[in-house]
């Protein structure tokens, strides 16, 4: 352990003049902001090197490991196939609406166990949590109804930034911050249910291959990372509809290859970029959410949604490859499974099922009166 203010602060001083951390060392600097042990001074600027020098597989390790290992419950949910995780790290350059959360409930609608792991919002104005939580899922729950989710409806999410999922320090640390640092990435890893199957989005292209390296090393057997683009040169912790995505994909039997992605492979061609900002507020978001999901949108956003359930479907082993898991995200959202799972996760997570389901059914009744006028 680091156990002084000058040893801890000269770890921070490499950082800042762009040196490198081991995994051993990471931990035992993450295991203070854990234990609290370090002024808050010192926490935010350990944070902010950090993430300024660009973080290393071993760095982005460590971090996972203390975090995991010293400040998360655990669970084992009990499926018929392995259990899944979807996510985005946030802090890109072309902000999007939740896409993440509305291919997850089309995965799950598709016959996978998802089980995500998920934050409020610290750089965008609707994170993971604050959407589901307008939708009516309980996200202040414990970990055990979440695990009972995942069993029950097939998908459940653990609130990151609770003191029931990170009780030490994480919720925390997280509370007291609105800027991206490496707990983007690491401490979005720390799962409790620990998938072994997971599709990532990250905020940087020069990221794409280390956090495929990280997944490899804590223990994934399949995954995707990938960083998308439009034509300008903005990126996006999505696979793209807009331009290039890089991809890398790991496989515990074959290592890490890497490739790209077009729109094209989806047969989109000229996506409305303007369709995928973000509206004003979480009911607006939770609304649009609704709406994809019932099938009543066909433009950027219904597409995007789409391409980045296609990844779930590959590493699953449903689908032969990117395009026919779009193929098959769009026939689940079709033939209202994907809206169907959402009533059934509203009604599943959560303390009070008849409320939760009121709360979704007046978004669905406000999406069908502005479709009237």
Known sequence: ?????????????????????????TKAMFDELMAN???????GAFLAALTSKGETAEEIAGAWESIYLGDT???NPKTTTPLIENSGTGMDSLKTFNVSTAAAIIAAAGGNYMARHGARALTSACGTIDIVE????????????VKHSIETA????????????????LFRILSQIRFGTTLNISASLANPAMPKYGVRGVYARDLVEPVAKVMREIGYKRALVFHGSNDRGKGMDEISIFGETLVAEVNDSSGIRTFTVTPELFGIHAAIESDIHPLADREA??????AILSGKR??????????????????AGQAGDLAEGYRMAERIVQTGKAAAKLREWVSTQTTDSAESLRKLENLLQHRNAAKKK
């Open 73 to 75: 419950v655990r669970v």
């Open 285 to 290: 978001e939770a609304r649009r959410l609704v």
């Open 37 to 43: 042990t370090q002024p808050d001074l010192q926490q």
């Open 1 to 25: 352990m680091v156990d002084n203010l000058k040893e801890f602060g000269a770890g921070i001083a490499r950082l800042i003049n762009k040196g490198s951390l081991s995994r051993q060392e």
């Open 134 to 145: 307008a939708l009516g899922v309980d996200v202040e729950c414990d970990v055990e109804l």
């Open 154 to 169: 097939s998908i459940g999410i653990f609130n990151g930034m609770s003191g029931k999922v990170h009780p030490q320090a």
């Open 298 to 315: 066909n433009g950027a956003d219904y597409q995007i949604v789409c391409a980045n359930a296609a990844p779930i479907f590959y590493i």
